[in-house]
């Protein structure tokens, strides 16, 4: 349209001259000719103002693609570093969930372990009480019967009261019971010979306190009761050594027990910090992991939104430059 007007002003002007002749004999045309100029005035005003919209359009133009190209530019970047970011994260949550597991199962293992222990040493603590009380029992039984058949074997089986004979033969009875219930113990202790004057004594205990040896003789039960002292002396001294290896055997179970226990609480407590520190480090981590696929699917719409704007940007001021 401007270069359709800038035409008809030149042929305008080309024709001034013959119009100013003209004018000398006819007015009327000098007002066509005032108006013209007037026109050529309005119209060079105009393209001026033109000149200006286009010098401010091109800036624009120029501005924004060199922006959004930039933007373009640094998208992709940053989209590339989040992408290398989160397989990084990615693959830690992955290594970090493995090591949380391994270090669960670890814990538990070992709790299980001291659990057990300690249900096995409570176990064993209390067979140890009872087979002690029961040995304790079993010794304080022999050293009363040592402590009363030493009496009647110093003194003189023939002298015994009806009294001294009822309680000889109810120790005796007792050793009888102990022997039969200890018979593995006293096996390498007690000969099969031994076994038989004992019996032979609890089944007739008159035949030792009723005999009537001649004057300065010695009973003929004598040397059966000195056998039967020997005994029973020989069988609290077995029991004794047997509790006190029990219980020195009690004591080293119990402190190996501590040292385990102490072991596996330590082992516990350091798994535990451990699983701490890898839940506390997953769960930053798969915090940074979803922040990071939340920044890349914002900065892809960015990206795409700038994509689209740059195109039609170029269509736009493509369209002002013609």
């Excluded at 350091?270 to 696929?293: M, P, V, Y």
């Amino acid at each position: 349209m401007a270069c359709i007007k800038m035409a008809g002003l030149l042929l305008l002007l080309v024709a001034a001259p013959a119009l100013a002749d003209v004018d000398a004999k006819n007015r009327p045309v000098s007002k066509v000719i005032t108006l013209l100029k007037d026109m050529i005035g309005q119209l060079e005003k105009e393209a001026e103002e033109d000149e200006e919209v286009y010098e401010t359009m091109g800036c624009w133009c120029e501005t924004n693609d060199k922006e959004k190209t930039q933007s373009i530019s640094d998208a992709e970047g940053r989209i590339n570093d989040l992408t290398s970011a989160i397989e990084g994260h990615t693959g830690n949550s992955a290594r970090l969930n493995t090591e949380i597991a391994n270090l669960e199962k670890e814990v538990a293992a070992n709790s299980q372990a001291l659990d057990s222990a300690t249900a096995l040493r409570k176990k064993e603590l209390a067979e140890f009480n009872e087979e002690e009380k029961a040995s304790l029992q079993t010794i304080s039984s022999l050293k009363s019967a040592v402590i009363a058949l030493s009496k009647h074997h110093e003194a003189s089986l023939l002298q015994a009261t009806g009294d001294d004979k009822a309680e000889v033969k109810r120790i005796m009875a007792m050793v009888q019971q102990i022997v039969h219930k200890h018979s593995s113990l006293l096996a390498d202790i007690i000969t099969p010979k031994q076994r038989k004057t004992i019996n032979a004594f609890v089944q007739a205990p008159a035949d030792y306190f009723d005999a009537q040896p001649a004057f300065n003789q010695v009973p003929a039960h004598a040397p059966a009761s000195g056998e039967i002292f020997g005994i029973l002396k020989q069988m609290k001294e077995t029991f004794e050594t047997n509790l006190a290896n029990s219980q020195r055997e009690e004591m080293t179970s119990q402190k190996d027990f501590e040292d385990l226990k102490a072991a596996k609480e330590s082992e516990i407590s350091a798994g535990q910090s451990q699983l701490d520190t890898k839940t506390g480090e997953l769960a930053t981590t798969d915090e940074k992991n979803a922040q990071a696929k939340q920044d890349l699917e914002d900065t892809r719409a960015t990206l795409a939104a700038d994509t689209e704007f740059l195109a039609s940007l170029k269509e736009q001021c493509q369209n002002v430059d013609q």
